[in-house]
């Protein structure tokens, strides 16, 4: 296995900011699934399932998945929320599910400072009862694919981070 940290979760449940900060903190280089399928389309997520459908955005996860894969190592790695269906997840690192329950997300999403960007940039978050389906239905998944599994809620930032630390080597 490759010796990358992936991390997976809800969409809004923080995998962006705790992944800026671990990179900080452990000084490792640390990329984001959604920023890179965004450069190499040259379009926003959203824009992407707008235009494209959500199909060939999953093609797309499935193709920066492959390129991960054979290209990245030594790095932290934040998926977007439906990023754990690709078929070599495991590849790729070890697997770390930041968990949290939907409530808490949207919580955490609605009282952010850029409250109205962060779910505007999240197409699935557009109508809640539908974002909270969602969640019911990836949150066994998602803990049946993680290697490692961090309660979000309960924890600051810095114990997510040393949690994460002991937990994973990279």
């Known amino acids: 296995m490759k010796k990358n940290i992936i991390l997976i979760g809800f969409m809004g449940v923080g995998k ?6 671990f990179a ?3 000084g ?11 450069s190499k389309e040259n379009k926003e997520v ?11 955005f999953r093609k797309c996860e499935q193709q920066t998945a492959d390129w991960i894969e054979q290209c990245v190592t030594g790095t932290l790695i934040s998926c977007g929320g439906g990023f754990y269906k690709v078929n070599n997840l495991k590849k790729l690192g070890t ?6 329950s939907f409530e808490w997300i949207h919580n955490r999403l609605k009282t952010a400072k850029n409250a109205k960007s962060k779910l505007a940039k999240r197409p699935l978050f557009s109508d809640v009862k539908q974002a909270k389906a969602l ?8 803990k049946k694919v993680a290697d490692v599994i961090i309660d979000v809620a309960t924890l600051t930032l810095d114990e997510q981070l040393e949690k994460i630390a002991g937990k994973c080597k990279i």
């Open 28 to 38: 490792v280089y640390n990329i984001d699934t959604d920023d890179l399928i965004e």
């Open 135 to 142: 969640y019911k239905e990836r949150e066994k998944a998602y």
């Open 46 to 56: 959203k824009k992407i399932f707008e235009k494209k459908g959500e199909a060939y």
């Open 24 to 26: 900080r903190k452990y």
């Open 16 to 21: 962006g900011t705790t992944a800026r900060a």
């Open 95 to 100: 697997v770390v599910l930041l968990d949290a």
